[in-house]
């Protein structure tokens, strides 16, 4: 692919509190990369408008648009179709719970915000709440899943085809670390066709491009900041219920993690 054919526009999608705006920024270094934040799609395809779903037909050369979709054959048969790149983030599912505990209250129109918002319901309440799932406050909202059954509801993205995964660790962790993950991206959107400037410059490019300060939604993105947040009891209970996830994710060797 050369510079004058550009870039064929491809979807960002992650797990709600996995690294998104960090994404966002190191692809939004791509010299010429467009990105509106209002064509943004959330959870299953039939959830879209068909004004959201057409635009994903009518994107231009170097765009890309972000959501967090569940996977699903439709979804994937739709984004085949279009011969559409998928970019997935994922991150240590016990460190999403902690951070999604944090943002949900800041959220108004979050399913969960009354929720998080009753009486005496304290953080660990909430971050329970999420490991063990359960009904919210408001009957006529849907029921909230456990960790296993909702983390995988996205995680199952990893694998399939056209679809490279990024996990936020591997891009926070060290520089080196970084710099070999960003050249594994520049890999997958361009393939072996000339990529603009060099490998390395365009690398260079969408590292410089990273500037958490910026980020609405960015609180800490450490790595392991569950273990100041998780007692015994919640640990105890993560492992009942998403030990083998860790363990299938690479995150663990076994359930015997403290």
Request: positive net charge.
């Amino acid at each position: 692919m050369t510079e004058s054919q550009g870039l064929q526009p491809f979807i960002l999608n992650s797990i709600p509190k996995s690294g998104t705006h960090l994404l966002k920024q190191i692809l939004l270094g791509i010299p010429e990369m467009k990105h509106h934040p209002d064509k943004g799609m959330f959870g299953h395809i039939h959830y879209q408008t068909p004004l959201q779903l057409n635009r994903m037909k009518d994107l231009s050369k170097h765009e890309f648009v972000n959501g967090h979709l569940f996977y699903s054959k439709d979804w994937e048969t739709f984004f085949n179709k279009l011969n559409m790149k998928q970019i997935f983030v994922y991150r240590d599912p016990r460190d999403v719970i902690v951070s999604y505990a944090y943002f949900i209250p800041t959220l108004k129109i979050h399913p969960l915000y009354d929720t998080f918002h009753q009486e005496g319901f304290t953080h660990r309440d909430r971050v329970k709440f999420l490991i063990e799932g359960g009904q919210p406050t408001d009957p006529r909202r849907a029921y909230q899943p456990n960790v296993f059954e909702w983390y995988k509801s996205f995680s199952d993205w990893i694998g399939k085809k056209h679809v490279h995964s990024v996990r936020f660790e591997d891009l926070t962790s060290s520089k080196t670390k970084r710099v070999q993950e960003v050249h594994k991206i520049v890999r997958f959107l361009w393939g072996e066709e000339p990529v603009p400037l060099t490998r390395q410059k365009m690398v260079g490019k969408m590292i410089n491009n990273i500037n958490p300060q910026t980020s609405p939604t960015f609180r800490k993105g450490k790595i392991g900041g569950w273990k100041n947040e998780l007692d015994d009891e919640l640990r105890t209970l993560f492992k009942e219920i998403a030990g083998q996830l860790l363990i299938d994710l690479n995150y663990e060797k076994n359930k015997n993690w403290r």
